[in-house]
């Protein structure tokens, strides 16, 4: 079966400080991964995606950057956080017509 | 470019009653339609999906909805709201030839014993 991972759970950073969040998928190949942002437990905001290995697509520009150097492997990174980058982070996976699967997600905090 | 709204930011009812959760899309071309339910710091998870054939798809935890092409609507539903049910519901759109989903804002959902 498949599952995915997503780590840390929680994070507390300063700001300027540099970010990397891991996503890993288990038990399937070439899926669709993805990154959402969740502000104040409200709506998703659709971050990134990624197709295939090296493939990403930004849907918002801001200090967030996306990179995928395995099939099933996604990580979103910053150089430098700023105040409004907390939030609540998603990872998901999706392959063919099928549903989206979420890992369970990222609290991060920037002070 | 695909959307969704969620015209309800909260939805009260009473344990017992049926609840209706409101989703409108817009998509070009075929779409698919996802219900997930959120609780507190945690990831979404999966309820139903409609992706063709009976406009009305059954999901976990006795929710249903229904699929309205004229009305590019998507409501959930439950017949006999549990206090269990209170929770964070998005509605998600994906057309058959993009890969990016898009999530409405949230409902959330407060069932009162």
């Known amino acids: 079966s498949q599952t995915i991972h997503q780590w840390p759970a929680t994070l507390v950073q300063p700001v300027g400080s540099p970010l990397s969040l891991e996503c890993t998928v288990e038990?399937?190949?070439?899926?669709?991964l993805y990154w959402y942002r969740q502000a104040a437990g409200r709506g998703l905001q659709l971050l990134f995606y990624?197709?295939?290995?090296?493939?990403i697509s930004s849907e918002v520009p801001q200090n967030l950057s996306a990179s995928r150097p395995q099939d099933r492997q996604f990580i979103l990174s910053s150089k430098k956080l700023l105040l409004s980058d907390s939030g609540f982070y998603l990872c998901?996976?999706?392959?063919?017509?099928?549903?989206?699967?979420f890992g369970q997600g990222t609290r991060l905090t920037v002070v | 470019a695909q959307s969704v709204a969620q015209p309800e930011d909260q939805v009260n009812v009473a344990e017992g009653n049926p609840l209706t959760v409101k989703c409108t899309y817009s998509?070009?071309?075929?779409?698919?339609l996802f219900w997930y339910v959120q609780y507190p710091n945690r990831g979404l998870q999966f309820l139903l999906k409609?992706?063709?054939?009976?406009?009305l798809v059954k999901g976990s935890y006795g929710f249903e909805a229904e699929f309205n092409k004229s009305q590019t609507s998507f409501h959930l539903k439950k017949p006999s709201a549990l206090v269990s049910d209170s929770a964070l519901y998005f509605c998600?759109?994906?057309?058959?030839?993009?890969?990016?989903?898009?999530f409405g804002a949230g409902t959330r959902l407060t069932v009162k014993p």
């Open positions: 409609y992706i063709t054939g009976d406009n």
């Open positions: 998901a996976w999706r392959s063919g017509f099928l549903e989206a699967f």
């Open positions: 998509v070009s071309g075929n779409p698919y």
């Open positions: 990624s197709v295939g290995i090296g493939q």
């Open positions: 998600a759109v994906r057309a058959h030839t993009n890969n990016d989903m898009r």
């Open positions: 038990g399937t190949s070439n899926p669709n």
